[in-house]
């Protein structure tokens, strides 16, 4: 059984489209996140919720919107792509202490 | 908010070898420091964590210790296999974890 699943794995797209990955976990976590993680591997946290509730917002453009319709999902929409959105985006819940992450959405604009 | 810096990016041992990653963070209210490993094209996984409450930590060949004063932690990797090769990310988070802050990585690699 999957703790955090996220689809779709692979995600090719051009410039100007507007795509959406989806999160999901099992854990009964209050708290998920979104990380991005460029080419030199840096993990930068996007967002976090707890129950629901937007708690980080990372200076992230507003091209991206992050949605929780309940606590164990959290689905992020990326409008008006762009070159440097290119990434792995990776999702992950938490209690306390642990993060578990997801298997992770590669991210291609071309 | 939180910074973490870690060092090296990376580092090239010898099978046997010990390895030793460094990591500083920026924010005092942090109390949570958990080292992941990140296999090529894997997610990335906890391996050790430890609470500020305490200083040292170790499980098997892995250790970790805390100087909170310093605000400096570390991770040690005693009789390094080439299976311990991987990027290594250190973090800092408050325990209730809405905030958790990676360091920018230390790419291990282990020569046998």
């Known amino acids: 059984d999957t703790a955090v699943s996220q689809t779709p794995k692979y995600l090719v797209t051009q410039m100007g489209n507007d795509k959406s990955i989806k999160c999901e976990q099992n854990l009964g976590h209050d708290t998920m996140y979104w990380y991005k993680q460029d080419s030199k591997k840096f993990l930068k946290i996007m967002f976090s919720y707890n129950n629901k509730e937007l708690i980080i917002n990372e200076t992230v453009p507003n091209r991206f919107s992050p949605k929780s319709p309940d606590k164990a999902h959290l689905n992020l929409h990326i409008n008006s792509l762009e070159l440097g959105d290119s990434a792995v985006y990776f999702c992950?819940?938490?209690?306390?202490?642990?993060?578990?992450f997801g298997e992770g959405s590669r991210l291609t604009v071309l | 908010g939180e910074n973490v810096e870690q060092h090296p990016s990376t580092l090239s041992v010898q099978e046997g070898d010990s390895a030793v990653i460094k990591c500083t963070y920026s924010d005092s209210a942090s109390n949570y420091f958990p080292w992941y490993k990140q296999e090529l094209g894997k997610r990335p996984q906890l391996i050790i964590d430890i609470r500020s409450n305490v200083g040292e930590k170790k499980d098997q060949r892995i250790a970790v210790t805390l100087n909170k004063t310093a605000k400096h932690f570390s991770l040690h990797i005693t009789e390094t296999q080439p299976e311990d090769s991987a990027v290594y990310f250190c973090a800092a988070s408050p325990y209730n974890n809405n905030d958790m802050r990676f360091g920018a990585g230390t790419r291990l690699t282990v020569k046998p």
């Open positions: 992950a819940s938490s209690q306390v202490g642990e993060l578990f």
